[in-house]
Nanobody, 128 residues
Framework: QLQLVESGGGLVQAGGSLRLSCTAS????????MGWFRQAPGKEREAVSC????????VYADSVKGRFTVSRDNSKSTLYLQMNSLNTEDTAMYYC?????????????????????WGQGTQVTVSP
């Protein structure tokens, strides 16, 4: 059973940076794609970023392109999301997810948010 635990969220001023981490246990990550999602109060969950199993293909939502960077360290079973130039619209609960054995970001698990495994989330709050 895959378990995902996010960390790194917090309160930051607009223009600041945070790095989120998602550590996996119960399953090796080096054969599966991993994704980040977020949900703000009163809004639907949205896909933020995805990285394929090899780390070669990286996908970003238009709203975070150029500001967020996704990466992974398979030796540590950890997924990262470096978030720079944060603004108040980035305030949300951030979740990592995976849907073994999916290896690519093109599947519905990411495009429609139907992944089988989710973390509990980490809160990111950006103040003006």
């Amino acid at each position: 059973q895959l378990q995902l635990v996010e960390s790194g969220g917090g309160l930051v001023q607009a223009g600041g940076s945070l790095r989120l981490s998602c550590t996996a246990s119960g399953l090796r990550l080096d054969h599966v794609a991993m994704g980040w999602f977020r949900q703000a109060p009163g809004k639907e969950r949205e896909a933020v970023s995805c990285i394929d199993w090899e780390g070669h293909d990286k996908v970003y939502a238009d709203s975070v392109k150029g500001r967020f960077t996704v990466s992974r360290d398979n030796s540590k079973s950890t997924l990262y999301l470096q978030m720079n130039s944060l603004n108040t619209e980035d305030t949300a609960m951030y979740y990592c997810a995976s849907d073994p054995p999916e290896r690519l970001c093109t599947g519905s698990w990411y495009q429609k948010g139907s992944a089988a495994f989710w973390g509990q989330g980490t809160q990111v709050t950006v103040s003006p």
